[in-house]
């Protein structure tokens, strides 16, 4: 919840900075998080135009990609202190105050008081944050949209640049599979070629790539 708070929600956020009033790319533009006992749902919602959705979605993964390192503490303490506030502000709504004692009781068998709430946002280290950043981006996405969308890319196109490592790595194992060499040995040497290059990391794919279909 913290991570969303500082990528997503409201006009301070990350996202509405960068991608809405630098760049005037999406009209509207948040995060939503619903965590659940068993599993758990992390959103992008955006509203945006046919001419700018080629330029969106690339900048959008762009800041998915390197928010897991590049959070700061301030920015911890300000979604910290963003959460505590609308926790006490719904308080001072009766239906918002049942709807969260009923969830509570059907997760928890008891009603959570406040003050264990901010105890456990207060808890939230930076390194907390990075860990769930990580393992949020790495998982498998899905999209839905709605409008003239031709010009919005393929859903394999968009996780590979969210998690392209793991994607190309993957794609790589399964060409090489036709190979009468071992396949750890041929994704080990790949690996090793990238890591040592220098130059752009998107670059050294590409380049061990080439380098790899001209080989085999």
């Known amino acids: 919840l913290v991570y969303n708070s500082i990528l997503g929600e409201g006009m301070s956020s990350r996202l509405f900075q960068e991608i809405r009033e630098k760049r005037g790319l999406v009209y509207t533009i948040s995060s939503f998080a619903f965590p659940f006992s068993d599993t758990g749902l992390f959103g992008i919602?955006?509203?945006?135009?046919e001419n700018?959705?080629?330029e969106l979605v690339p900048i959008l993964c762009d800041e998915l990609n390197k928010s897991p390192k590049s959070i700061s503490e301030e920015e911890i303490n300000k979604g910290k202190a963003q959460l505590k506030a609308g926790l006490l502000m719904a308080r001072e709504r009766a239906n918002s105050r049942c709807r969260t004692a009923a969830n509570q009781l059907l997760y928890y068998n008891k009603v959570i008081e406040p003050e264990e709430i901010t105890n456990k946002i207060n808890s939230v280290t930076k390194e907390t944050v990075e860990r769930i950043a990580k393992n949020t981006l790495n998982k498998p996405m899905t999209i839905a949209s709605i409008?003239?969308?031709?010009?919005?890319?393929?859903?394999?196109k968009i996780q590979a640049r969210l998690n392209w490592y793991k994607f190309n790595f993957c794609y790589i194992e399964r060409i090489v599979q036709k190979t009468d060499k071992p396949i750890n040995i041929i994704i080990a040497n790949i690996k090793k070629a990238i890591i040592s290059f220098k130059g752009n990391f998107i670059n050294k794919l590409k380049i061990i790539l080439f380098l790899f279909y001209q080989k085999f």
Not at 45 to 49: D, K, L
Request: aromatic share 6%; glycine share 16%.
């Open 52 to 54: 700018q959705i080629n």
């Open 147 to 156: 409008g003239p969308i031709k010009k919005l890319e393929m859903l394999d």
């Open 45 to 49: 919602y955006c509203g945006t135009g």
